[in-house]
């Protein structure tokens, strides 16, 4: 007969997942030792063996769960039927809003994911596609007459390159929250990357407006 799971069984899981991640982002993958994470969990190797099988195991529930967190962000923002104009800084401030305490899993989808099995690489790689497929799309229904076919991923990854290498420098507890440079993209993008009409947030106009005037 199997042995029942303990109640907090799942929680447990979980708080081991983060905090192996955690250590992912500070070791690096290849160094870490599955003795090394359970000693970063605060646990037995064989109570962390109870919980995952391997260190391969737990790399990719990491990041297969952060990728999945992302896409499912970004597909709820959208499917709240917003206008195009609305919808893009909503994706920018959902984003920016996970990143605040992502640093770890951030850091172990740019350096780690390499290692993962070809099966499980390519279903995060999956994941992380479509998040930029679905940002591309609003970013070509915000400005359709600004950017070429062949022009609108290098923009997409243009503005993603505002947000996503903020784990290296921006802090929860810095001068800036992630709020309010979430805010500061959408007001330099509204600016200059969009369809060159007037800033939302600050009333600033375009330079095609200033042209007119």
Known sequence: ?????AVDYDAQRDRILALATAAFAEIGYPSASMAQL???????????????????????????????RLLE??????????A???????????????????????????????FLAPEQRERVRAQQR???????????????????????????????????FTFAWLRPDGPMSH????ELVVELWERGGGAGSPAVHTGVPSADAVGRA
Do not use: W
């Open 84 to 114: 195009p104009r609305e919808e893009l800084p909503e994706l920018v401030r959902a984003l920016m809003a996970e990143y605040r305490d992502s640093r770890e899993r951030h850091v172990a989808l740019l350096n780690d994911v390499k």
């Open 130 to 164: 479509a998040v930029v497929d679905a940002v591309a799309d609003t970013l070509q229904r915000v400005a359709p007459d600004r950017f070429s076919p062949a022009e609108r991923k290098p923009a997409t990854m243009a503005l993603f390159g505002m947000i996503n």
């Open 179 to 182: 709020e309010r440079y979430a």
């Open 1 to 5: 007969m199997a042995r029942p799971k």
């Open 38 to 68: 359970a000693q970063a969990c605060g646990t037995s190797k064989a109570r962390l063996y109870h919980y995952f099988p391997s260190k391969e195991s737990l790399l990719f529930e990491s990041l297969d769960r952060y990728t999945r």
């Open 73 to 82: 962000l970004v597909e709820g923002v959208r499917a709240r039927g917003l």
